[in-house]
């Protein structure tokens, strides 16, 4: 029995090193969290230097880089931290692979600030390029979520990556703005793609609503009687009628940059509550986790007392689903205590069956934007189309046929996979 309670405890210990490992990553997503807001700032204000005949800008600009390199270097630290790189179990391969693919767009930063003071890119083509680094860091979080193996763990960073991704396509929504804005009009394509941000938003934060925590679902509908989302809102109308007959004061980018910064900077309060509402979680899962080995080995040590000579106990039979097949008594002595270990097999069992459901429940909002991003970048591939464009074909077909979304997704991806030559 001693033998078994061995391997008992080399479970428990086990999962403790591998909430050890979470936390390190959520101290990560942290940082992450960090860096993606200065560099949504920044995005930002870059299209307001753009959009200016002169370098009045340039001063603030410059601030909010300097933000933006303090984040990115707390970062690049916390990519050293021991705990994250200590084990490379397979689960961690991808998130290695997002990580060194943020540093690959970190790189990229240098040309393209330096491009915007130059002013020899546009303010779209700057969008797009402040955006592909953030999308490199909000993978990384995803990617935390994906492999948490603890469902509370996981719940919390579900929340917040819809939170954290809302707020991104929320901070694209400002970048655009003030590039219409500034322009005196909004085109048919900026407007489809305000359309598209705007949509995109809700879908992130009614997932976000579905795994938040109460303390911070409290704080967002907080936010619903906040007056600056009806001045945001009346903007947007206002950029949504313009055009190139019916032009707008460009003056109006200014209003617009500060209410939509306004609203960015709640969602990153919620963010932070998040955050720490996760490692607070983490802690006390690695908390509960100690304390079970704590009991797991004072119980080892009253089965080291026993007098090796002792009757051999009963013994009692599970089967694969942990389910008791048969109890045959044996002796008293010892009996009690060992009982104590097969029930402790039988408890650890259970507990692993019911969090591998727990963790499936939880991930299906996760498995389901992985296959609806797939088709939309198979789709952008194969019809040289927009993402707004491609997102609007799958649920074109999702309304046609009467199915989920999920269901266009998996059944185009599927028919790739059968094409010849893939």
Not at 89 to 117: D, T, Y
Not at 199 to 207: A, D, G, K, N
């Amino acid at each position: 029995m001693s033998r078994a309670l061995d391997f008992i405890l080399a479970a428990r210990r086990s999962e403790i090193q591998g909430l050890q490992q979470l936390d390190a990553t959520c101290e990560l997503v942290a940082k992450v969290s960090q860096l993606v807001h200065t560099l949504q700032r920044e995005r930002g204000y870059s299209n307001i230097h753009l959009g200016s005949p002169d370098d009045q800008c340039q001063d603030a600009l410059d601030a909010l880089t300097a933000q933006s390199k303090l984040a990115e270097s707390v970062l690049l630290d916390g990519f050293e931290q021991p705990d994250l790189n200590r084990a490379c179990a397979a689960e961690k391969v991808r998130l290695f692979n997002h990580i060194a693919a943020v540093l690959h767009g970190l790189e990229g930063l240098v040309r393209l600030r330096a491009a915007v003071r130059r002013r020899t890119l546009s303010a779209e083509e700057s969008t797009a390029a402040f955006s592909r680094p953030i999308a490199a860091l909000l993978a990384v979080v995803f990617e935390a979520a994906d492999t948490a193996s603890d469902p509370k763990v996981t719940r919390c960073l579900v929340a917040l990556f819809n939170m954290m991704q809302g707020k991104e396509l929320a901070g694209q929504e400002r970048a655009t703005g003030v590039a219409g804005f500034i322009n005196g009009w909004f085109s048919p394509v900026l407007i489809q793609r305000l359309h598209f941000l705007g949509e995109s938003q809700q879908r992130c934060f009614e997932t976000f609503v579905d795994f938040s925590t109460p303390e911070a679902l409290l704080a967002w509908k907080a936010l619903a009687a906040e007056p600056w989302q009806t001045e945001i809102e009346q903007l947007r109308l206002v950029a949504m009628r313009s055009s190139e007959q019916q032009p707008i004061p460009a003056s109006l980018h200014l209003p617009w940059f500060e209410l939509t910064t306004t609203r960015i900077d709640a969602f990153k309060a919620i963010e932070d509550q998040l955050t720490l509402e996760l490692r607070n979680q983490c802690h006390c899962s690695i908390a509960e986790a100690s304390a079970e080995l704590d009991n797991h080995r004072a119980l080892l040590k009253r089965l080291g007392s026993m007098d090796s000579t002792a009757a051999s106990p009963g013994t009692r039979l599970y089967n694969v689903q942990a389910t008791e097949l048969e109890s045959v008594p044996g002796d008293a002595m010892g009996h009690q205590l060992n009982r104590s270990v097969l029930d402790l097999v039988h408890e650890q069992n259970q507990r692993l069956l019911a969090l591998h459901d727990e963790l499936a429940v939880v991930r299906t909002s996760l498995d389901e934007r992985k296959w609806v991003e797939r088709a939309k970048g198979l789709l952008m591939e194969q019809h040289k189309v927009n993402e707004p464009e491609a997102y609007r074909l799958l649920q074109q077909a999702a309304m046609s046929q009467g199915v989920r979304l999920l269901e266009v997704a998996r059944t185009l991806i599927n028919q790739e996979k059968g094409r010849p030559g893939r």
